[in-house]
């Protein structure tokens, strides 16, 4: 038995925060089916092919910061993408010791007419909110996630590429 206690009559605001939560990952959830079903892509390509093509040739850790996730989730992305024929990898222009992602031509057909991506209105909606509620709300997510055991190490593969 664990050191938990279950807690049957629990403060209205336990179960307001619980629905947010349920809303979350339920919006998540169909936007990641919608795109899956129109496109036979995850959500998380989606966000990737759309940081592409608004500024095209993107290295994997600009990429990674453009979408507010992980290098190594990132590219995990890529390499499915990658395996589609829907980006290519090339060394820049630029900078030959550096090595850029760029949407094929079938990756900008599949793109043509997407909605916007869940994922850009909540990294904006943070973006907008003032510093001080966003460093609130990071730290008691963090709190929370501890707490209830959810986290596994800092970084977090991006929503819907970690089955399978």
């Given amino acids: 038995m664990n050191n938990k206690t279950s807690v049957v009559d629990h403060r209205p605001e336990v179960g307001e925060v619980m629905d947010y939560i349920r809303h979350i990952f339920k919006a998540l ?3 990641s089916s919608q795109f899956e079903k129109d496109l036979g892509l995850s959500a998380a390509q989606v966000f990737v092919m759309k ?3 608004d500024e095209p040739g ?16 990132v590219s995990v992305v890529v390499k499915k993408l990658e395996e589609q024929k829907i980006v290519i990898r090339s060394t820049s222009k630029e900078d ?11 990756g900008e057909q599949r793109l043509a007419n997407i909605p916007r991506a869940l994922q850009e209105d909540m990294i904006e909606t943070l973006q907008n909110m003032h510093p001080e509620k966003t460093a609130m709300l990071a730290q008691l ?14 970084s977090a593969p991006m929503f819907d590429e970690d089955k399978g």
Avoid: C, D, W, Y
Wanted: proline fraction near 2%.
């Fill in 29 to 31: 959830r169909v936007a």
């Fill in 51 to 53: 940081k592409l093509k």
């Fill in 58 to 73: 993107l290295s994997i850790n600009e990429l990674a910061n453009r979408t507010v996730t992980h290098q190594s989730s």
């Fill in 96 to 106: 030959s010791r550096k090595v850029v992602v760029a949407l094929t031509p079938e």
């Fill in 141 to 154: 997510m963090k709190e929370f996630v501890q707490g209830a055991g959810i986290v596994e190490g800092i």
